[in-house]
């Protein structure tokens, strides 16, 4: 069973650009979540994707935005990136009614915008 | 609105004691509480969680956490703990999000503790 992969691992960008994000759901998830874990905090929530539908957003501006595919694999989607937008970038996968069995992560993006 | 708290931002301890991470949460609707471990350079790997039952709750390494709702406490203890335990330590809620009728949940997350554990 393999887990959550997301890619790039690493990224550099610069103020103004825009940047996708990829994430591989565990085998058998149906739900991506995608969370920004800025320097010495906790992952914020960002929205979430449910059988290619958005079905839930935190407090981010419209610039982010996703996708989820017919196979459960995820994009997110930053565009006129910020200095504030430097963070890992954690993708989470759950089962279809098992949200709250916990979340599978993956290991993160580190998006550095300069 | 839910809300998490983690008050220690970084918890020294020598190897083969105890630690206790503490987490308080807030919530108006029924908690689900759980505990995350995040190793350097790596994702978050769940360590346990609460979502009903028995209060005390054990993970397969040795930490356990007991759900307390009288004080909205969710803390992580270790009777004695090893090098490898060393990571950041995150307590969260699983809450609605808003404006989407309640079908849908996220999880909330406190700023992290940082265990370090010293030889």
């Known amino acids: 069973e393999t887990g959550v992969t997301q890619s790039p691992t690493h990224l550099i960008k610069t103020r103004g650009q825009q940047v996708t994000l990829r994430c591989s759901s565990q085998?058998?998830?149906?739900?991506v979540s995608w969370y920004q874990q800025a320097l010495g905090q906790g992952p914020q929530f960002i929205f979430q994707?449910?059988?290619?539908?958005?079905?839930g957003r935190g407090n981010f501006p419209p610039r982010f935005s996703g996708l989820q595919f017919p196979n459960y694999s995820s994009e997110l989607n930053v565009n006129a990136l910020e200095l504030d937008d430097s963070a890992l970038y954690l993708c989470?996968?759950?089962?279809?009614?098992?949200?709250?069995?916990?979340?599978?992560f993956g290991s993160g993006t580190r998006l550095t915008v300069v | 609105a839910q809300s998490v708290t983690q008050l220690d931002s970084q918890v020294p301890v020598f190897e083969e004691a105890p630690v206790e991470l503490r987490c308080n949460y807030s919530?108006?609707?029924?908690?689900?509480l759980f505990w995350y471990v995040q190793y350097p350079n790596q994702g978050l790997q769940l360590l346990l969680k609460?979502?009903?039952?028995?209060?005390l709750v054990k993970s397969i390494n040795g930490f356990e956490a007991e759900f307390n709702k009288s004080q909205t406490s969710f803390h992580l203890r270790k009777p004695s703990v090893h090098i490898s335990d060393t990571a950041e330590y995150f307590c969260?809620?699983?809450?609605?999000?808003?404006?989407?009728?309640?079908?849908?949940?996220?999880?909330?997350f406190g700023t992290g503790t940082l265990l370090a554990v010293q030889p």
């Open positions: 919530s108006s609707v029924s908690v689900y």
């Open positions: 085998s058998g998830h149906n739900t």
């Open positions: 989470a996968s759950s089962a279809d009614g098992l949200q709250y069995y916990g979340y599978t």
């Open positions: 994707y449910y059988r290619e539908e958005e079905n």
């Open positions: 969260a809620v699983s809450g609605p999000i808003p404006n989407y009728g309640g079908a849908t949940n996220k999880l909330i």
């Open positions: 609460y979502l009903s039952g028995s209060t």
